[in-house]
């Protein structure tokens, strides 16, 4: 009987620009999703309003499923984050995601 329950939670560990260390659990597949259709830029060459609300959304939606229950609000993530941290931030994101996928359990 393969038993759901016996599934080892990973998470993606991440140090925040005041120092505080936060545990990402993976996200459900509605949020990932989401995520997902959020940090989605339009390739038109410029970046506009929407695109960052969208970033500074999909940001909030990842880092705040924490271990520790710690909350960040996209204009926490606006007014704390550039966006070559942001960039950065949801590429190594989702490159955990995958390798967390490919993992067998």
């Given at each position: 009987m393969?038993?759901?329950?016996k599934i080892k939670t990973r998470y993606f560990t991440m140090k925040l620009k005041n120092g505080k260390i936060l545990n990402i659990e993976p996200p459900k597949l509605k949020v990932l999703k989401k995520i997902s259709a959020l940090s989605k830029i339009e390739e038109t060459g410029e970046?506009?309003?929407?695109?960052?609300?969208?970033?500074s959304e999909a940001v909030s939606l990842a880092l705040s499923k924490n271990?520790?229950?710690?909350?960040i609000t996209a204009e926490q993530v606006e007014d704390d984050y550039d966006i070559d941290e942001i960039l950065s931030l949801l590429n190594n994101y989702f490159e955990w995601i995958n390798s967390t996928h490919n993992e067998k359990n």
């Open positions: 393969y038993d759901m329950s970046l506009k309003e929407k695109d960052i609300e969208n970033l271990k520790q229950k710690f909350k």
